[in-house]
């Protein structure tokens, strides 16, 4: 592996397992980040299709390393019940994550919003700010 010497990479700063370089606050790079978030996005399951993106688009979703590991045996290796119990408090974590921001921007809203109280025969003020197609297209105007 050859390794660009212009760039300030050294081997103790490369994650092991999938070859990307981390840097601590080397936030503004996220295009070496972006094959794993859009693998993730596309396995997660959405709430308005009810299924991940990969599934509705090819009918399967791919494999992930959490997927790979044998659930019925003994004796899994240490690293490996690791890995995949840091993977499942992710999950979970994020699960919960997404949860608590539903709800709170539910509450937002429902704080910041209130229906309007319309009666039947009531006045009602319209603006007329953006009326500014009254004529209609162009095309039908001939």
């Known amino acids: 592996m050859e390794i660009d ?12 397992g999938n070859g990307t370089p981390y840097h601590e606050g080397y936030t503004h790079d996220w295009v070496t980040l972006l094959p794993e978030v859009q693998l993730a ?15 509705v688009e090819k009918g399967w979703n791919p ?8 659930k019925n045996l003994l ?8 890995s995949h119990d840091m993977c499942k408090k992710a999950c ?5 994550c997404i949860a608590e921001a539903k709800e709170y921007n539910k509450q937002r809203w429902n704080k910041l919003h209130t229906e309007p109280d319309f009666k039947e025969g009531g006045q009602v003020l319209v603006s007329t700010l953006n009326f500014n ?10």
């Open 133 to 142: 197609n009254l004529k209609g297209p162009k095309k039908m105007r001939d």
């Open 5 to 16: 010497r212009r760039k300030n990479f050294r081997f103790s700063e490369w994650e092991p």
């Open 75 to 82: 004796t899994i290796h240490p690293t490996a019940n690791y």
């Open 92 to 96: 979970d974590t994020a699960a919960k």
């Open 63 to 70: 494999l992930l390393p959490v997927d790979h590991l044998k």
């Open 41 to 55: 996005y596309n396995t997660a399951q959405h709430s308005t299709a009810g299924k991940s993106p990969s599934l």
